[in-house]
């Protein structure tokens, strides 16, 4: 439905790039969120999508049509894409009605088609108030029905949710989404919140630094992460550098970058070894109570530090820790 190919963006004539080098396809009707770090090019790229930037290179197809290369242009509201941003954006002058209507740019039928977008979105005795009578909550909502109005074949919403706070985003965050559901829309979704990305989307693409350095479903995002980012972002991790090696005595393919998740870290209580292949022993230099389990900081004999997770409550002050090869996650590079 989408295909994206070498697409690439600079701010500054080539010196440093935004996105470069961006290829990915997306199927009709998936959900594809688009996670990374602030400046990672998230925005970058889908207003390239949208047409609200042009690309330096690459090209951008819908439905088998190329609306942006560096010979082509199709304008932005050409593109039947229909965008939400984290501010709401409703014309503050224009009623609840009249704010969907105005994504709807022709047809007979324009009323009742945007009576039926307020009714999906749950708002349908709204119509005749004002942005400002309504809740955040609400008005992101009424910028849904609007980009819906008009029936995009992609919805675009980039960090809509990042205005609310946490209970009301998560709850929004889930209506939106089983609304979205219901009209089969293709969908591109920028969040830097991996939680947003892992509760709704089909796939995941991670950017970094304007390239993207895994597209996948959540499940491989957390098995098979392509670098140390990409499995720090969906779990708490530990870069297995050259100083744990030697205080684990596990020396690794110098080559490959290694990690382990803090999970698979296994704590012995005492100093007694645990059946772990790689094993030293640590100080408790401080332990957190974090309900039902315990974070533990410890120093190794080499004298690195690390952080651990126990459910043992019984923690003597020098204990053993280790892990398994076959939970060690290798990658290419950092
Ligand atoms: N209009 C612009 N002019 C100059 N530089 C820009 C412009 N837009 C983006 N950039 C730069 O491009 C890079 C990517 O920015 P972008 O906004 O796409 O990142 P992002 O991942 O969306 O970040 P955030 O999560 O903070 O919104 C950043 O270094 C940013 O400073």
Redesign the pocket.
Known sequence: MLQITSLSKS??KGK?F??EDVSFNLKAGQVCAIV??????????V?LIAGLERPDHGSIAMNGKTIASLDKFVQPEKRKIGLVFQEYALFPHLTILDNVLYGISKGKNKKKRAQEMLDLVGLSEMGKRYPHQLSGGQQQRVALARALAPQPSLLILD?PFSNLDTLLRTQLRNEVFDIIKKTEVTVLF?T?DTQDALSVADEILI?QK?KVVQKDVAANLYVKPNTLYVASLFGSTVHINQNLQTAFKCPLKETCCHAIRNDKIKVSPSSHETDCEYITTAKVIKKIELGDSVQLLLKLESGEQLTVMTKDKNIADTITVGFNSTDILEFEQE
């Open positions: 701010f500054d440093t935004a996105l990374g770090e602030s400046g990672s090019g998230k925005t970058t790229l207003r960090e920028v830097h950017l304007g």
